[in-house]
């Protein structure tokens, strides 16, 4: 865009459009990934009021939209699990998992691993942090429900630990 006035919104639908910043958004404690965002809007909002500019702006209308929709992919208006806290994960991971899933691995089950391509195949509802839930909460075959030893948010961060380390590839 050539002039200053939607410099802003520019900048706001190139950062929303780059799945990388979605990745790390994601990572974010959810209190400064709602900063991010809200200060992304704030900013789309007042470029798009400009006194030299009318609101219609596409681009900062655009803008807006791309944020709203970073807030519905941070988990604002989704299940818990899926905004769940990957440290915590990690821990509740190590201590209740790893027994058998050592990094990614399954020793009972040495096909059924925790790799993305097994967890394609092998979850009721595939690659995601819900299937990953729905498991570990009420287990399957050789593996054991921990529905009734960990909350539903210890689960859903166990969840969250374990899509990141698949996506990861185990390597992290």
């Known amino acids: 865009l050539d002039n200053e006035r939607e410099c ?8 929303m459009n780059k799945q990388q910043q979605c990745k790390t958004m994601r990572r974010m404690k959810p209190s400064k990934a709602l900063h991010l965002l809200i200060c992304l809007y704030v900013s789309a909002t007042a470029a798009s009021f400009s006194v030299e500019k009318p609101s219609s702006s596409k681009a900062c209308i655009a803008a807006r939209s791309a944020v709203l929709s970073g807030a519905l992919l941070l988990g604002l208006g ?10 915590r994960g990690q821990q509740i991971f ?5 027994v058998c899933h050592a990094q990614g691995r399954n020793v009972i089950m040495p096909e059924k ?14 690659f995601n942090e819900e299937a990953v839930v729905r498991q570990v909460t009420n287990g399957k075959n050789a593996m054991p429900a921990f529905g009734g030893r960990l909350g539903d948010i210890d ?14 590839g185990w390597e992290k």
């Open 94 to 98: 190590q201590i209740n998992c790893a």
């Open 113 to 126: 691993t925790l790799e993305k391509e097994a967890l394609e195949k092998y979850l009721y509802a595939g």
């Open 8 to 15: 802003h919104c520019s900048a706001v639908v190139e950062v």
């Open 78 to 87: 989704v299940p818990a699990a899926s905004a769940g806290d990957i440290i």
């Open 155 to 168: 689960i859903g961060n166990v969840a969250s630990y374990v899509i990141d380390m698949a996506e990861a």
